[in-house]
T-cell receptor, first 110, second 112 residues
């Protein structure tokens, strides 16, 4: 059963700490997305990759967020330093045109 | 720019009653359209999709949606709602070469 796998599922961290979220896309999918979900903003696209190349990261605060795909089986989203306003659920998805979502990482920054 | 409007933030339906969730989109070309469902604490699950052809598409869990180009709509329907259908539903629009744009979602509550 092919699925997108995200780790960790939950993360609580102190303000100023670095946070790294990982995603294993579905094997064979060459398009990978990072979304953030909050009550106020809903689902926001942070970044997306095609064939491991970043195509659009305009939704991401550049000063503290970074997204990479070291290889075809791993995508990472890093926040450094983290702030309380980064508290949200972060989703990775793969596939195009239809996207398949992981279970998300619930991040709480205190 | 593409956009999706889901005019209903919350909808309450009695168990066994029919359901229709509204979705209107704005897109410059022929759109690909999707409905996703999200249960609490879970990711988004694809319910159904429309790319081309028959404008009435069937999905999982007994859901269907109808594409109406003249109305720029892609409403989701189910003839008889079950308590397990209570969740948040998202409509999305995109193409093979663009990212998906999601609506704000409609929370479905099912009353006994």
């Amino acid at each position: 059963d092919a699925r997108v796998t995200q780790t960790p599922r939950h993360k609580v961290t102190e303000m100023g700490q670095e946070v790294t979220m990982r995603c294993q896309p579905i094997l064979g999918h060459n398009t990978v997305f990072w979304y953030r979900q909050t009550m106020m903003q809903g689902l926001e696209l942070l970044a997306y990759f095609r064939n491991r190349a970043p195509l659009d990261d305009s939704g991401m605060p550049k000063d503290r967020f970074s997204a990479e795909m070291p290889d075809a089986t791993l995508a990472t989203l890093k926040i450094q330093p983290s702030e309380p306003r980064d508290s949200a659920v972060y989703f990775c998805a793969s596939g195009s045109p239809e996207a398949f979502f992981g279970q998300g990482t619930r991040l709480t920054v205190v | 720019a593409q956009s999706v409007t889901q005019p209903d933030i919350h909808i309450t339906v009695s168990e066994g009653a029919s359901l229709e969730l509204r979705c209107n989109y704005s897109y410059g070309a022929t759109p690909y359209l999707f409905w996703y469902v999200q249960s609490p604490g879970q990711g988004l699950q694809l319910l159904l999709k429309y790319f081309s052809g028959d404008t009435l598409v069937q999905g999982i869990k007994g859901f269907e949606a109808e594409f109406k180009r003249s109305q720029s709509s892609f409403n989701l329907r189910k003839p008889s709602v079950h308590w397990s259908d209570a969740a948040e539903y998202f409509c999305a629009v995109g193409s093979g070469y663009s990212t998906l744009t999601f609506g704000k979602g409609t929370m479905l509550l099912v009353s006994p």
